[in-house]
């Protein structure tokens, strides 16, 4: 039976790619801007959701990226991170999410004189209040934050230190049990022209301490980027989509180098299909490289990427891609399962949710078919 939208948005999301700056409300676009006397992009938050998801909708990264420029100044003291990570604690709560990992760029945030440890320690704040808010209320989540390097930048070994203070060891005094502290680290920004060798160094040392990493990879360059973020310690890949240019059509989308290794190592792709569209690598949902990416046996999990910009959440992207794809509760369950064995939170936490949260929401959404 083909699964409604309401079925789909009923099931319990897992959410591995994120950003903290592409996930504002437009309501707090609009207050966050008045307290800085900045002239929002719209007088309501319809007129700032259409403004934020027409200037993305270009075709390209870099364009796509250029409306960071608005958030992220936004996003320079305690109070405003604060806000921003406590709301989204409580917006993927909302969207059906029960595991998040939001990533976000402390270089990026320290323009109103925080320190990046204070700015860190900022979002930590919020994401605690946001889940004890959450559970409060009688719901579960379990959330973490990732500290991204840029690839433009040069590289240092500040976010390794940061990470290490505040990694994800268990509970944390005074913090809700299921707020899980940084998991892990991340590469992103402009892709073609910014490998990710050139951050060998810091990486190398997260993996040594046992810090998790992740790296944006396989979207605005093909599958050599990917070789690259791999051999710099890529325990997942953001995005990974480009990926589908090392399988071979002709030959029943036999696996290129590339793809057989990303396959044989199991690497998770964080896929995030709309924000695909936008900066274009397909022109639709159906064609794009899911589909394929899945039929050939590739771990997948499904995110949202840049709520705001895309104007988005997980459980539509989800409902996009199993709609298109006739997906049913089978297919959606390993793509839970899957990306929740691949995250980056103690294990414990997320073994709980696939016993007592994930597998049961299935098993009673298969039984009402």
Not at 195 to 201: I, K, W
Request: proline share 6%; aromatic share 4%; charged share 20%.
């Amino acid at each position: 039976m083909h699964l409604t939208r309401a079925r789909i948005a009923a099931l319990p999301k897992i959410v591995l790619h994120d950003h903290l700056d592409g996930g504002l409300r437009p309501a707090t676009v609009i207050d966050l801007s008045r307290e800085l006397g900045i002239d929002p992009p719209g007088t309501d938050a319809q007129q700032v959701a259409d403004w934020f998801h027409d200037a993305a909708d270009s075709g390209s990264l870099p364009s796509y990226l250029s409306t960071f420029e608005r958030t992220v100044a936004l996003m320079q003291t305690a109070p405003q991170l604060r806000r921003v990570a406590r709301e989204f604690a409580l917006d993927m709560a909302a969207d059906g999410v029960v595991y998040a990992e939001t990533r976000w760029a402390p270089h990026q945030h320290t323009e109103g004189a925080l320190s990046l440890a204070e700015a860190v320690q900022a979002v930590q704040d919020g994401l605690d209040e946001g889940v004890a808010a959450v559970e409060a209320g009688g719901g579960r989540i379990v959330v973490g934050q990732l500290l991204c390097y840029l690839r433009h930048l040069d590289p240092s070994e500040d976010l390794v230190e940061i990470a290490l203070a505040l990694r994800a060891a268990g509970p944390r005094e005074g913090a809700p049990a299921a707020s899980a502290g940084v998991v892990g680290l991340d590469l992103a920004g402009p892709e073609a022209g910014f490998p990710a060798s050139r951050f060998a160094a810091p990486f190398a040392r997260a993996r040594a301490e046992g810090l998790r990493v992740t790296l944006h990879a396989g979207e605005a360059d093909g599958p050599a980027s990917i070789a690259d973020a791999l051999d710099t310690g890529a325990e997942r890949l953001g995005h990974g989509v480009r990926l589908v240019e090392d399988l071979d059509p002709a030959h029943g989308d036999a696996l290129g180098p590339v793809a057989a290794r990303v396959h044989r190592e199991r690497i998770c792709l964080e896929v995030c299909p709309s924000s695909n569209l936008q900066t274009g690598v397909a022109a639709t949902i159906a064609e794009h490289p899911v589909g394929r990416l899945h039929r050939a046996g590739f771990a997948l999990a499904l995110s949202s990427d840049n709520r705001l910009m895309s104007r988005t959440r997980t459980s539509r992207e989800t409902s996009l891609v199993a709609q298109e794809l006739d997906w049913g509760v089978d297919e959606l369950e390993q793509v839970a399962l899957t990306a929740l064995a691949n995250g980056f939170a103690p294990a414990p936490l997320r073994e709980a949710l696939a016993e007592e949260v994930v597998r049961p929401a299935h098993a009673a959404a298969r039984r009402q078919l």
